[in-house]
């Protein structure tokens, strides 16, 4: 038998990765803008909701993952989470997306938080399972390249829904927010009940210990789990400060208008798409750390490059929105298909499988940088910018927070990726350890056999007699 997921597989499994992150671009760019000016709740009290949900929000991650690295169903741990996390999802989403002119602060405090913790469910439940799907190391990056694709196809659509409402239907703002609620009303359970129904989850080893608050914190003083986190924190910081400042920097500094600024940044995010399978086929040939370190140099090098580029030049701004776009899917698969490395390092070391609980740190990273890099504006009002006066002071800082600071993260990344120690041989003598206690404790069947990481669809066919 072959350890190897078929596409299909993938395909399905990544699936409700497609909505989740449509409804997550949202909650950032739009949903903010649309409580203010269209609903007319003061702008104050929608950056508090928004703001306080968020960072409570993080406070939830490691009680669901260890509630999740506690549970044994025969749907197996995290299927079944993933599944009751979707009609929250779907409700929240219903609520927060077609509110009409009346609604009060107590309506967005309430549907925000039910939304997050709808949000936490899923993609918590979702990222732990991909961990199990396979026990191969190249396969992790495999498994996760699939995910960050899909989370990458529903940033495109859910871009592409503003310009078809107003553009093709004729209709205004209200209707393509009201579109992109649908849209992940609709798909989220179908996506869902795909992925559940038609992709295994492999049995989870028998539990030997507790995995709670006190387990969490002693996860965070591994030093490979500090290096990730740490990579994955500064990797989605540096995206999310040139994101915050894409329109004003192209449009100030490059010349460029709205509409095109507009085309750009699909064509970023086109590239990401295109990135997805590459990182993991240089991860086999180069381990998943040293991809990463690649990555990151290269970001930072496209990053300072963005400053020379001749102003108004159409081409050569795709040309560099391409570069800029292969790397932003590397850190999100990678550090998670090294994440599922750790898990093996911490259930040899411990005995305890952590998985839900290792995958709720690297949940409250990605919600960390959205937070941080939302800081940015007052950073480069402190600076002097002006969103409507040009000066040499405003647009120093412009350049310096869009290109430099950026730039700066990415060398970081790459230095703590030199000596990252956990790379494919101490994983193969790690699993054979696993495996060796394993068969002698009759615990399972050993951790490296891939017999319960084969799905339905990839059991090989009898093979005729000779």
Partial sequence: MTNRLSSGSMARFAAPAVPIAAMGLPLVVYLPEYYINSLGLPMATVGA???????????????????????????????????AGTPVIAIGTFA?????????PIYLWFWLSVLYVGYSMVVLSQTAWGAVLSSDYQQRSR???????????????????????????????????????????????????????????????????????????????RPSVQRLLMADLLMGLAPGITGT????????????DKTQAGVLLLIYFIAALAGAPLWPALAKRIGKHRSLLVASLLYAAVQLAVVVTPAGDVVIGMVVLVLAGLPYSAAPLLVRAMMADIGDEERLESGVDKTGLLYAIVTGTIKLGYALAVGVFIILG?????????????????????????????????????????????????????????????????????????????????????
């Fill in 143 to 221: 498994v996760y390249g699939w995910w960050q694709g899909a989370n990458v196809v529903g940033m495109i659509l859910v871009l592409c829904l503003p310009p078809i409402v107003t553009g093709v239907f004729k209709g205004d703002h209200l209707d393509s927010i009201s579109a992109m609620g649908w849209f992940i009303v609709l798909l989220a359970p179908l996506t869902v009940l795909l992925a559940v129904t038609t992709v295994k989850e492999p049995a989870p080893p028998p539990r030997h210990g507790d995995t709670g608050l006190k387990q969490y914190l002693k996860l965070l003083g």
């Fill in 382 to 466: 402190a600076l002097g910018f002006d969103p409507k006066v040009s000066t040499p002071t405003g647009d120093a800082a412009l350049i310096g927070l869009y290109a430099f600071a950026p730039a700066f993260l990415g060398l970081v990344v790459a230095a703590i990726m030199l000596r990252y120690p956990l790379d494919a041989d101490r994983l193969a003598e790690i699993q054979r350890q696993l495996a060796a206690r394993d068969a002698a404790q009759g615990d399972a069947k050993p951790a490296a056999e891939p017999e319960p990481h084969v799905l339905p669809d990839q059991v090989p066919a009898p093979r005729p007699a000779e």
């Fill in 49 to 83: 909701a928004f703001l306080i949900v968020k960072l409570l929000d993080m406070l939830l991650d490691p009680v669901l993952g260890g509630m999740m690295d506690r549970t044994r169903t025969k749907w197996g741990r995290f299927r079944p989470w993933l599944a």
């Fill in 245 to 256: 400042l894409f329109l004003f920097f192209f449009e100030r500094m490059k010349g460029f």
């Fill in 96 to 104: 927060l997306f077609m509110a009409q002119p009346g609604v009060g």
